[in-house]
């Protein structure tokens, strides 16, 4: 069968650049709206044959941050001679690109709409307008270190949802959580110095903190405080789920840091339901009598310290490296024990409704 030949369309007299880290169907999504067009009449005008679109592509505004749109060889090459950047800089820009599994001498520009193989939350709003020009959200696959924007003091949260019902919320105010952004600063150094040591040490400490935080034991008041000034003192409760990794994240980095360096003394066997040496020495560190409780910790947790990981495949800035133990998919809050609030009684009823503000 002879070969395909498929003209390269006129290019674009606007210059639209990707931002770093960005998705690929928002950033077509942005290419389509410059050109006052949707998604699909973009698509199609290059020659490629639009996929089956999910419901939420068909609205021309709106930020896409569970799907991702796959394009294969000739579908992008179409979109870099449109757009007149180099294929390789589109592809270093946009984590997703090249990910389309395409079969040996593709011929005809094809496209596929998927649930996103990454977990992208939607960027800092204030640098988005500056990059951009545009109010518009742009989804980003953004590193565990770029989740806060220390110039904003924004945590990028992504989409959470609470009894099937999306909430508008996608980022928490840090301008009263000075802790945390002293311990982003001391991110950024731990992993300069560490390397692949302090990803492995992260895993550890982020799974710890998180089972400790879904615990809620009584004694915890260092968290549910540090929720109500996220939340500006508006539903505590609904804050202390949906910004569970910005609430212990000072705690996760003092324990990713003392895992790292964890000393060579405190390897010694551990006994069922004994006290162990690290676990006194954890709760000294973080303040917390309560961890010298063996329970609190999976077992032969020290043999987990020793263990030395690989060098992480990817460099960070050409493929975000995120931390997520638990769930990387948008949150259910009701499963991290966040129950939504009853509709309100009549007046005659004998049961008030309940508050979050608690």
């Not at 929720?227 to 539903?235: D, E, L, P, V």
């Not at 910004?243 to 790292?260: D, G, K, S, V």
Request: glycine share 4%; with cysteine.
């Amino acid at each position: 069968m002879p070969r395909r030949h498929h003209p390269a369309p006129h290019a674009s007299i606007w210059r639209l650049a990707p931002v770093q880290w960005e998705t690929t169907v928002s950033y077509l999504q942005r290419l389509a709206r410059r050109h006052h067009l949707n998604t699909a009449e973009l698509l199609h005008g290059l020659g490629i044959h639009p996929p089956l679109l999910h419901p939420e592509c068909t609205k021309p505004y709106g930020p896409y941050t569970s799907i991702e749109l796959y394009l294969n060889a000739p579908s992008r090459g179409l979109i870099a001679a449109f757009v007149g950047i180099p294929d390789q800089h589109l592809a270093h820009a946009l984590p997703e690109w090249n990910r389309y599994r395409d079969k040996p001498d593709p011929q005809s520009p094809r496209a596929r709409l998927r649930l996103a193989s990454a977990y992208a939350v939607t960027g800092c709003p204030r640098c988005t307008l500056a990059r951009t020009g545009q109010p518009h959200p742009v989804p980003q696959y953004l590193p565990d270190t770029h989740l806060i924007c220390r110039r904003h003091r924004t945590w990028m949260l992504g989409h959470h949802t609470l009894a099937d019902t999306r909430l508008p919320v996608e980022h928490a105010d840090l301008s009263r959580t000075p802790e945390i952004l002293a311990a982003h600063r001391i991110h950024i150094r731990f992993l300069r110095r560490q390397g692949p040591a302090a990803d492995h040490a992260l895993a550890l400490a982020m799974n710890l903190t998180e089972t400790w935080r879904r615990a809620g034991p009584a004694e915890e008041h260092i968290w549910p405080a540090r929720a109500r000034r996220i939340g500006n003192n508006k539903r505590a409760r609904l804050w202390y789920a949906l910004a569970r990794e910005a609430i212990t994240y000072p705690e996760t980095i003092a324990l990713a840091q003392f895992l790292a360096r964890h000393p060579r003394t405190l390897h010694v066997p551990e006994r069922p339901g004994r006290t162990h040496p690290l676990h006194t020495a954890i709760a000294t560190l973080l303040d917390r009598p309560r961890l010298e409780n063996p329970a609190l910790y999976p077992d032969q947790f020290s043999n987990r310290i020793s263990y030395t990981p690989g060098r992480h495949p990817y460099p960070r800035s050409q493929s975000p490296y995120r931390h997520n133990p638990f769930n990387p998919s948008p949150t259910e809050l009701t499963k991290l024990g966040y129950q939504p609030p009853r509709p309100r009684t009549t007046a005659g009823s004998k049961h008030a409704p309940p508050t979050n503000n608690q």
